[in-house]
């Protein structure tokens, strides 16, 4: 005896459905996973640059030059006078050989000074850059503490639309931003609804406590009405 055809249909209709919804997923999950690593990307790009410049540093700190000893000029004689007597004298060290030693002292000196403040303020530069990228709240926070805001569902443009304007410093897109809110919607952390052909979200919180507002009691007048048609819907 054969399979009714109808059946077979059926059951491959709903695999291809299946099948369909499976790879609708796997897209967004690669898209939620490729805007990670662009934020990683950024994250190590700052490392890096924070490493060249500790590595600039310590070149400066190794190649510092040493400041050179003086040596005195060697001293120089008189010819000997005509009266026959041998006396010598010294003479005095000219002004140039004497400030010498001072000059190449000031040099090192400052450049020690100028690489001692220098890092400090690379040190200073690289905890900001590092305390900004961490202190940045996540695209899932920022998105479940806007639905947790909102008293009407919201759809996936309208919360891009909302972070882009409340957070320009971050480039903010709206399929990253759809992706979110499916994972969301998939972890049970967000309410996924349609109104026609637009698919609104909101949170499980607004949710919760629209199921639970009871439905408005009918009139007196309206009630009265009800029991009379029921009643003569039982006498004929």
């Given at each position: 005896m054969t399979?009714?055809?109808?059946?077979?249909?059926?059951?491959?209709?709903?695999?291809?459905t299946q099948v369909a919804q499976d790879l609708k997923?796997?897209?967004k999950e690669q898209e939620r996973i490729g805007a990670e690593l662009s934020a990683l990307q950024a994250q190590l790009r700052i490392l890096q640059d924070d490493q060249s410049v500790l590595h600039?540093?310590?070149k400066t700190l190794g190649s510092r030059p040493a400041a050179a000893p003086s040596t005195p000029?060697?001293?120089?004689?008189?010819p000997q006078q005509a009266s026959g007597k041998n006396t010598t004298t010294r003479r005095a060290p000219s002004k140039t050989a004497a400030k010498a030693p001072s000059t190449k002292k000031t040099t090192a000196q400052a450049k020690k000074e100028k690489t001692?403040?220098?890092e400090p303020k690379a040190?200073?530069?690289?905890?900001?850059?590092?305390?900004?990228?961490?202190?940045?709240?996540?695209?899932?926070?920022?998105?479940?503490?806007h639905l947790d805001q909102q008293t009407a569902p919201r759809s996936a443009a309208e919360v891009t639309s909302a972070l882009a304007q409340t957070h320009p410093q971050r480039t903010i897109k709206s399929t990253v931003v759809r992706t979110t809110l499916e994972n969301l919607v998939a972890k049970s952390?967000?309410?996924r609804s349609k109104q026609g052909a637009s698919v609104l979200y909101t949170s499980v919180a607004m949710q919760t406590a629209t199921e639970k507002t009871p439905a408005p009691a009918l009139p007196q007048t309206e009630q009265d009405n009800s029991k009379h048609e029921?009643?003569?819907?039982?006498?004929?």
């Open positions: 399979d009714n055809p109808v059946t077979i249909t059926s059951v491959t209709s709903q695999y291809a997923l796997n897209t600039s540093i310590q000029e060697p001293s120089t004689s008189l001692q403040d220098a040190a200073t530069a690289s905890a900001s850059a590092s305390a900004s990228a961490s202190a940045q709240p996540t695209l899932i926070a920022l998105i479940r503490t952390q967000a309410h029921k009643a003569g819907a039982v006498s004929s």
